[in-house]
């Protein structure tokens, strides 16, 4: 074999490898955009549902406040404690017996 023709085997093998490691790094790298896509999809429904059930605990707390109902019992239904249901009435002018 000639030194131009083991060259040439040489450049063409380290091609193959380069080809063949970039293609399994692509799909690597595709496969964890995949995993981290669904990941974040997750998460974000998790913050979304505990953001709204915070809202409408306050919606409903806010409610019971509005309609006279004792911050004990306010706090007790809402499971929340009492200063923040009087913090709560406080900053929305809602004046407590």
Same mark, same amino acid.
């Given at each position: ?5 083991? #060259? #040439?085997?040489? &450049? ?9 490691? &970039? ?35 306050? @919606? ?5 406040? &509005? ?18 249901? @009087?913090?709560?009435?406080? #900053? ?6």
């Amino acid at each position: 074999m000639s030194e131009v023709k083991a #060259d #040439d085997v040489v &450049r063409t093998m380290s091609e193959r490898c380069v080809q063949t490691l &970039r293609a399994e790094l692509e799909a690597e790298l595709q496969e964890a955009w995949l995993q981290g896509k669904e990941a974040g999809k997750a998460e974000g429904v998790s913050e979304g549902e505990f953001r709204g059930r915070k809202q409408g605990v306050i @919606r409903v707390a806010m409610n019971l406040l &509005r309609m006279g109902t004792e911050p004990a019992v306010v706090a007790k239904a809402a499971e929340l404690p009492e200063p923040i249901i @009087r913090k709560l009435a406080q #900053d929305n002018g809602i004046v407590l017996a």
